[in-house]
């Protein structure tokens, strides 16, 4: 059965830098578009970055391109979201989700399109 699990959430003062980590399990994950989403409380889950099954496309949010980046290891079954300068705005729970479609198509068309989600990593930032 496919999982994907996160990892790596925490309390991190404003202006801090984190990494989570999204594992991806019984999936050939080489094969998948891997995103990053984020919700807090009483808001709507926004799309992040999507990034290739080969890593060599991403695409990222307006709001936090310049400090958030992914980047994969396949052979480790596992990609991984750098934040930078994060903001107590961007306090959330964060989600990992895996499709067999394209980053492109992914980006576009959000949330419907992805067949496998983690259950989250809380991410909170402190002012």
């Known amino acids: 059965v496919p999982q994907v699990e996160e990892s790596g959430g925490g309390l991190v003062q404003s202006g801090g830098s984190l990494t989570l980590s999204c594992r991806v399990t019984?999936?050939?994950?080489?094969?998948?578009?891997v995103g990053w989403w984020r919700q807090a409380p009483g808001k709507e889950r926004e799309g992040l970055l999507c990034i290739s099954g080969s890593g060599d496309r991403t695409f990222v949010r307006s709001s936090v391109r310049g400090r958030f980046t992914m980047e994969r290891h396949n052979n480790n079954n596992t990609a991984y979201l750098h934040m930078n300068n994060l903001k107590p705005e961007e306090s959330a729970l964060y989600y990992c989700?895996?499709?067999?479609?394209?980053?492109?198509?992914?980006?576009?068309?959000?949330?419907?399109?992805?067949?496998?989600w983690g259950r989250g990593t809380q991410v909170t930032v402190s002012s």
């Open positions: 989700s895996a499709t067999i479609n394209y980053c492109s198509d992914a980006w576009r068309l959000g949330d419907p399109i992805y067949h496998y």
């Open positions: 019984g999936l050939p994950i080489g094969d998948y578009t």
